[in-house]
């Protein structure tokens, strides 16, 4: 029995998946794929993953290839209410509601846990995890879970590390046409979409603090560049900071950016990134956002010390008063907020990195019994099958090796000059 918020609302959620599911091509090539061939049928899949409209059309696809699917939200402010209903609508168990405490988001989580899943997709490792340390009778009877997120795979590899991972799971973040185009161009844009949505603000003429610089920071920094802001980016990272410097970045600790910043965003998987000395050098009306997994890397309980408040002065803008009236502005609670203000990152970008989720359940079912219980490295072949599709998708072609020229690519014998 699933639980929601509203289940009246599903007519709008079907309209949101609709839109989405005509810019996924390759979900829509697997899902006619697996309509005829139900790989994964008479099994059990959960899923904890963002509840919005891509989220949804993949969970159908898998639920069109047999199986049973059951799904609830990787972050309180991420779900949407019309998608959830849309799902239940349309038989998928849904335990996931908009804006739950904390209490509720773990009890949403752990009753998905408690299907007793053969498939696990992961976004972040709380369902992973959660099965793990509560339901140890279930987990021999797991076939394997595919994680979404660079958050996830740390604390994955740490249980793996640890020798308590009981099952395989298929690293889908590391695969090339997820962190290529998801982190780096789907964050770059969905979270400068989140940010407009909540400020209605300009970014040109700004300092924009970027502080990471993996694939998720290179996106947004890219984009913040675009937009006109002045890109500062602060990194533990010797050389991710080489990068973003020859990127053409200023490179700076953050406790000096502090006091230059216009708009700081955190992009770390790192907890306490931004504190209390950084506030206190803060201008008046900095805007604070994270764009990393969890809401850890603002330091909000300092925040709430420091400065009154917090006061919604916006939908997703809280302020913060400082002794003296200086005001910080922090968006979506701190948390992703472009999940949390705006819907995530592009149709087009899930498109890969869910075909690579469909594609890693199935690998996971090819090789039942034979991978271990370790984090998997996602396959060539299928970062290539969904390359593949997608450009079948977007209609491009491209060049191939000669016979002649595979040869030469194979040998180490062959010269490297004309005879
Ligand atoms: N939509 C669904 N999952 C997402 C994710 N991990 N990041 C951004 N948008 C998403």
Same mark, same amino acid.
């Given at each position: 029995?699933?639980?929601?918020?509203?289940?009246?609302?599903?007519?709008?959620? %079907?309209?949101?998946?609709?839109?989405?599911?005509?810019?996924?091509?390759?979900?829509?090539?697997?899902? *006619?794929?697996?309509?005829?061939? !139900? $790989?994964?049928?008479?099994?059990?899949?959960?899923?904890?993953?963002?509840?919005?409209?891509?989220?949804?059309?993949?969970?159908?696809?898998? !639920?069109?290839?047999?199986?049973?699917?059951?799904?609830?939200?990787?972050?309180?402010?991420?779900?949407?209410?019309?998608?959830?209903?849309?799902?239940?609508?349309?038989?998928?168990?849904?335990?996931?509601?908009? *804006?739950?405490?904390?209490?509720?988001?773990?009890?949403?989580?752990?009753?998905?846990?408690?299907?007793?899943?053969?498939?696990?997709?992961?976004?972040?490792?709380?369902?992973?995890?959660?099965?793990?340390?509560?339901?140890?009778?279930?987990?021999?009877?797991?076939?394997? /879970?595919?994680?979404?997120?660079?958050?996830? =795979?740390?604390?994955?590899?740490?249980?793996?590390?640890? @020798?308590? #991972?009981?099952?395989?799971?298929?690293?889908?973040?590391?695969?090339?046409?997820?962190?290529?185009?998801?982190?780096?161009?789907?964050?770059?844009?969905?979270?400068?979409?989140?940010?407009?949505?909540?400020?209605?603000?300009?970014?040109?003429?700004?300092?924009?603090?970027?502080? +990471?610089?993996?694939?998720?920071?290179?996106?947004?920094?890219?984009?913040?560049? +675009?937009? /006109?802001?002045?890109?500062?980016?602060?990194?533990?990272? $010797?050389?991710?900071? %080489?990068?973003?410097?020859?990127?053409?970045?200023?490179?700076?600790? %953050?406790? !000096?950016?502090?006091?230059? /910043?216009?708009?700081?965003?955190?992009?770390?998987?790192?907890?306490?990134?931004?504190?209390?000395?950084?506030?206190?050098?803060?201008?008046?009306?900095?805007?604070?956002?994270?764009?990393?997994?969890?809401?850890?890397?603002?330091?909000?309980?300092?925040?709430?010390?420091?400065? &009154?408040? $917090?006061?919604?002065?916006?939908?997703?803008?809280?302020?913060?008063?400082?002794?003296?009236?200086?005001?910080?502005? =922090?968006?979506?609670?701190?948390? %992703?907020?472009? #999940?949390?203000?705006?819907? @995530?990152?592009?149709?087009?970008?899930?498109?890969?990195?869910?075909?690579?989720?469909?594609?890693? #359940?199935?690998?996971?079912?090819?090789?039942? /019994?034979?991978? +271990?219980?370790?984090?998997?490295?996602?396959?060539?072949? =299928?970062?290539?099958?969904?390359?593949?599709?997608?450009?079948?998708?977007?209609?491009?072609?491209?060049?191939?090796?000669?016979?002649?020229?595979?040869?030469?690519? &194979?040998?180490?014998?062959?010269?490297?000059?004309?005879?």
């Amino acid at each position: 029995m699933s639980i929601i918020r509203n289940e009246r609302l599903a007519d709008a959620g %079907l309209e949101k998946i609709k839109w989405v599911k005509e810019h996924m091509p390759v979900l829509s090539e697997l899902a *006619n794929d697996f309509s005829r061939s !139900k $790989p994964f049928s008479g099994l059990r899949v959960a899923i904890c993953l963002h509840l919005e409209a891509k989220t949804a059309y993949m969970a159908l696809v898998i !639920k069109e290839a047999g199986a049973d699917v059951t799904i609830t939200g990787s972050n309180p402010l991420s779900t949407q209410d019309e998608i959830a209903a849309a799902l239940v609508k349309e038989g998928v168990e849904v335990f996931a509601w908009h *804006n739950a405490t904390l209490q509720e988001y773990d009890e949403h989580v752990y009753r998905t846990a408690a299907t007793a899943p053969h498939l696990i997709i992961d976004d972040g490792g709380d369902l992973i995890t959660l099965i793990h340390k509560n339901f140890p009778k279930s987990l021999a009877q797991v076939y394997g /879970g595919a994680e979404e997120t660079t958050t996830g =795979l740390i604390r994955l590899r740490a249980m793996e590390k640890n @020798g308590v #991972l009981a099952f395989p799971v298929m690293a889908v973040n590391d695969g090339l046409c997820k962190y290529l185009f998801d982190n780096r161009y789907g964050t770059g844009q969905s979270v400068w979409d989140g940010m407009m949505r909540a400020t209605n603000l300009v970014v040109a003429g700004k300092n924009v603090v970027i502080i +990471g610089y993996g694939w998720c920071g290179r996106g947004v920094a890219m984009r913040a560049e +675009g937009l /006109g802001g002045r890109v500062i980016v602060c990194e533990v990272d $010797p050389v991710k900071a %080489l990068e973003a410097h020859m990127d053409g970045h200023q490179v700076m600790p %953050l406790t !000096k950016a502090s006091a230059i /910043g216009d708009i700081f965003i955190t992009v770390t998987g790192c907890n306490n990134v931004i504190t209390g000395e950084h506030f206190a050098a803060m201008k008046d009306r900095a805007i604070l956002a994270n764009a990393g997994h969890f809401d850890i890397e603002i330091d909000k309980r300092t925040l709430s010390c420091a400065g &009154e408040g $917090p006061r919604r002065v916006r939908p997703n803008v809280d302020e913060y008063v400082f002794p003296g009236g200086k005001r910080i502005y =922090l968006l979506s609670e701190g948390r %992703l907020v472009n #999940l949390a203000a705006a819907d @995530g990152h592009p149709a087009e970008i899930m498109d890969m990195s869910f075909g690579l989720q469909v594609l890693s #359940l199935q690998y996971l079912l090819k090789n039942k /019994g034979t991978l +271990g219980n370790k984090v998997i490295a996602m396959p060539h072949e =299928l970062d290539r099958q969904v390359a593949l599709l997608k450009l079948k998708g977007l209609q491009l072609e491209i060049d191939h090796l000669s016979i002649e020229q595979k040869e030469y690519m &194979e040998s180490w014998e062959l010269e490297g000059h004309e005879a």
